[in-house]
């Protein structure tokens, strides 16, 4: 394309998950939520320090900036929640009353409060054009446009937008025409959220407990399948859509201050809403397994129904609900979608980005592209720090260090290290995209080592010791370890081990405990095995990021294993570190043994010992 280039922002905020992301003409160039700036887990607030690096990076000035697009329309969610008022008054007036000085001042006037916030990094905010696109066809433009198929079914799935809750849509060159949505109050991502808070997880973030708790049923027990009964017939209607229809009697987010009508559950369950921390005993594992069944069955009739009325062998997803892995793997199963590209940043983050897209290839109708992988360039689209910045980091920190001169020598010592029973934090190049450590923030340890699951969870992410980890695995050896037939650059999907790899379980597995199960070895790899013999994968290709790359290369080479265990960088309740200094941080407050920073390498017990105590917040 000659002439001047067209720079779009775009910019999710004031829910969660701020961020703000840059295409050039219609390229991306970079992204980067604004947690990891100000460290506070999905934080919300408008994202300055996210606009100002990508501007910084790009090497380019305010007023280059065509237009900025934020991620939703406030007016129109302002309209449902004076809609629920009008219906759940008198009930729903406390709510209200409580929501309403953030909207006068703030919501409800958006462009005018996006503009004083652009004014302050120097926009000329008055002659910006500033578009809003709807929230549900921004998720479904940031899962189409950088996929690599040219025509495809578009599935969002998450809590709720401004009125949709889901939707279908069809991606088509650069056009997208939506077909037919789901609305508030009856939404999959509700749902769900509503028992995330009665197994007592934080709603909006502790949703994926709530799937790695489900795998420790016994799913052909009396109490699971009763609870799926209960489920199907008290709370939530699945229709042959995949719609859904809540039965609002049982929900109390509609005027209240909680998920459940606490009373309602007990009486259906027999059990009261757990107290966030408190042991997790049989009955919270058993409703998080009904749970996530009644959400698969949902999903995989709401794709098939979009396969069917789009008459696409292509699905893209994006939304919350399309980063529960478990879900997606069972799409491939069960064979729903023969070919399906899922937004790595699926959660409102995510939302930035196709508010962008949507100004490029829908208020520009700019053409579009493809490529035979996608255009997310690996979601390595966030900071990076150079070895001199490194360097000047550790000088100031006064830490010891080995330097290595070739990567290789670097890589085959941190592959030692691992085979020792080590656990190594692993920062490089530039940060990932997403919600998801793909290996330049990372946590590595040896997937054969039956105690690691519990060391990573109990003394470095100070968490429950039930959490499941992912194999980053390279690709050219995913056929010989795992049942899973396309890539996975991007951990969005669950799978199984092969048979040759996993070992014999005791008859009475199903009725362990879950310690016991815990305990139970069930794999060659036990460190990645969840306890439903399944994996979230990640694969690895030499182009896709050389320097990970290169360190499985080299553990395979040493040591006959293509995988390592990887987990994001970061520790209970913060956000994956995003510079050197919060690397050699967080490293300090962990049991993590050894750091690499770019070629250097740490070991922790030999730094001067922090200040400050760690305080973890509940996630």
């Known amino acids: 394309m000659s002439g001047k280039a067209t720079y779009t922002l775009g910019i999710s905020a004031f829910y969660h998950d701020s961020a703000a992301a840059l295409l050039k003409d219609g390229e991306i160039l970079y992204a980067v939520q604004e947690e990891r700036f100000t460290r506070l887990k999905h934080d919300a607030s408008f994202p300055v320090q996210s606009i100002l690096w990508c501007l910084q990076k790009a090497n380019i000035s305010a007023h280059q900036i065509e237009a900025i697009a934020f991620y939703d329309k406030p007016i129109l969610k302002f309209e449902r929640i004076i809609e629920t008022l009008l219906q759940t008054c008198p009930k729903g007036y406390k709510n209200f009353l409580k929501s309403m000085p953030q909207w006068i001042k703030q919501k409800l006037f958006l462009k005018a409060h996006i503009k004083s916030h652009?004014?302050?990094?120097?926009?000329?905010?008055?002659?910006?054009?500033?578009?809003?696109?709807?929230?549900?066809?921004?998720h479904a433009a940031s899962a189409f446009y950088p996929s690599p198929y040219k025509k495809a079914a578009i599935v969002t799935i998450d809590g709720v937008g401004e009125w949709a809750t889901a939707s279908i849509c069809l991606g088509d060159g650069h056009k997208i025409k939506c077909l037919k949505q789901m609305n508030f109050p009856h939404s999959l991502g509700l749902f769900y959220s509503a028992f995330t808070y009665y197994c007592g997880f934080k709603v909006n973030s502790g949703e994926y407990k709530l799937m790695g708790l489900a795998p420790y049923a016994d799913p052909n027990s009396i109490k699971v399948q009763a609870m799926i009964n209960l489920i199907k017939q008290y709370l939530c209607d699945v229709k042959s859509d995949g719609s859904i229809q809540l039965n609002m009697k049982y929900f109390d987010f509609l005027s209240g201050s909680y998920m459940t009508k606490n009373k309602l559950w007990y009486k259906l369950f027999n059990f009261h809403p757990r107290k966030a921390e408190s042991p997790i005993n049989d009955n919270y594992i058993s409703l998080a397994y009904a749970a996530q069944f009644v959400l698969e069955e949902a999903v995989?009739?709401?794709?098939?129904?979009?396969?069917d009325i789009t008459n696409c062998q292509n699905l893209v997803m994006s939304g919350g609900v399309a980063l529960n892995c478990v879900a997606n793997g069972k799409l491939l199963q069960k064979k729903v979608a023969p070919n399906i590209w899922i937004q790595?940043?699926?959660?409102?983050?995510?939302?930035?980005?196709?508010?962008?897209?949507?100004?490029?290839h829908i208020f520009k109708d700019q053409a579009r592209d493809t490529t035979p992988s996608d255009s997310m360039k690996n979601s390595l689209l966030g900071p990076s720090f150079s070895q001199d910045e490194i360097d000047q980091m550790l000088s100031d920190k006064q830490a010891q260090f080995e330097e290595y001169s070739k990567h290789d020598d670097l890589c085959h010592t941190v592959a030692k290290l691992i085979n020792d029973g080590n656990i190594i934090a692993?920062?490089?190049?530039?940060?990932?995209?997403?919600?998801?450590?793909?290996?330049?923030?990372?946590?590595?340890?040896?997937?054969?080592?039956?105690?690691?699951?519990?060391?990573?969870n109990l003394s470095v992410k100070f968490r429950e010791d039930f959490r499941p980890f992912a194999p980053i695995v390279l690709e050219e050896y995913k056929d010989e370890y795992f049942n899973f037939a396309p890539n996975s650059p991007y951990m969005l999907f669950t799978c199984n081990l092969k048979p040759k790899w996993l070992q014999?379980?005791?008859?009475?597995?199903?009725?362990?405990?879950?310690?016991?199960?815990?305990?139970?070895?069930?794999?060659?790899?036990?460190?990645?095995?969840?306890?439903?013999l399944s994996s979230r994968i990640q694969t690895v290709s030499k182009n896709s990021n050389p320097k990970i790359h290169k360190l499985l290369d080299t553990f395979h080479d040493l040591y006959d294993c293509p995988m390592l265990v990887n987990t994001s960088f970061n520790v209970r309740g913060e956000p994956i570190v995003l510079s050197p200094s919060d690397a050699y941080n967080c490293v300090l407050r962990t049991k993590i043994d050894y750091l690499v920073l770019g070629n250097k390498l740490l070991k922790r017990v030999n730094q001067p010992t922090p200040k400050n105590q760690q305080h973890f917040e509940l996630d």
């Open 426 to 456: 692993w920062f490089q190049d530039q940060m990932e995209w997403g919600p998801r450590a793909l290996g330049n923030r990372s946590i590595l340890a040896d997937p054969r080592n039956q105690e690691i699951q519990k060391k990573i």
């Open 344 to 360: 790595p940043a699926s959660n409102d983050s995510g939302g930035a980005l196709g508010a962008a897209y949507c100004y490029w």
């Open 118 to 138: 652009l004014r302050e990094i120097d926009f000329d905010a008055d002659h910006l054009e500033i578009i809003f696109p709807e929230h549900h066809l921004s």
């Open 504 to 532: 014999n379980l005791p008859s009475d597995f199903e009725k362990m405990t879950m310690d016991q199960k815990l305990k139970t070895k069930k794999s060659e790899f036990p460190a990645i095995t969840h306890i439903d």
């Open 300 to 307: 995989c009739k709401l794709i098939q129904h979009a396969l």
